[in-house]
């Protein structure tokens, strides 16, 4: 089973996130997130917060080991475009588009052993403790 987190609506281009996530496609998360803390683009933060959100949702969520998560997946797609338009001469109004998009990281790895419920105490270690409780009592 594997692990899913989604930001959505960044607002850069998806060709200027792709080229960070190529970065970091099929490594590991700690090496993934090294490479992002010191890869100079602005976009490097936006992955690397949903890759973050991942190993979160993995650890708390799913019971996954943080140490054993790796990328499976990472896929960034064109989200909504803003569309504005800027002065120019002669009193024209220029149109453009401000880009958007949406990381989706996939992560998985190794689950945590489940911890064992202690056995029911036997009958003896019972009468103990309330003799002894009474004793404490008196």
Known sequence: MSVIATAKAVKISPRKVGV??????????????????????????AVRKAIESAVANADYN?????DSL??????????????????????????YENKTSHIRVV???????????????SETTKKTTKSATKKEAK
């Open 107 to 121: 992560v998985d790895g190794q689950k945590r052993q489940a911890k064992k419920k202690p056995a029911k105490a």
């Open 20 to 45: 960070v996530v190529a970065l970091v496609r099929n490594r590991t998360v700690t090496e993934a997130i090294t490479i992002l803390e010191h890869t100079p683009r602005r976009s490097a933060t």
């Open 70 to 95: 790796y990328i499976k997946e990472i896929t960034v797609t064109p989200g909504p475009r803003y569309k504005r338009y800027k002065p120019a001469a002669f009193g024209r109004a220029l149109p």
């Open 62 to 66: 799913h019971g996954f080991q943080p």
